[in-house]
């Protein structure tokens, strides 16, 4: 038995697809489908750090006419 060392599982991934119609992320799809890739393949932890970072992000307001 090899000391110190333990079976590291990881953790199950998922694309921004099916974790966009889930019944977790649902409330958050329209986030998802933008915060994350096509094609990527995300941990949960992935995408609650994604939304979290979307939300807390600083609004910038741009007017028409003015810079």
Do not use: H
Not at 4 to 31: F, H, M, Q
Request: net charge positive.
């Amino acid at each position: 038995m090899a000391e110190g060392k333990k079976n590291a599982v990881a953790a199950p991934t998922y694309t921004r697809e099916a974790l966009a119609s889930s019944k977790k992320y649902r409330p958050w799809c329209d986030v998802l489908m933008i915060a994350l890739e096509d094609g990527k393949q995300y941990t949960l932890a992935e995408v609650d750090a994604a939304i979290d970072k979307f939300k807390t992000a600083k609004v910038v307001e741009k007017v028409n006419g003015k810079e």
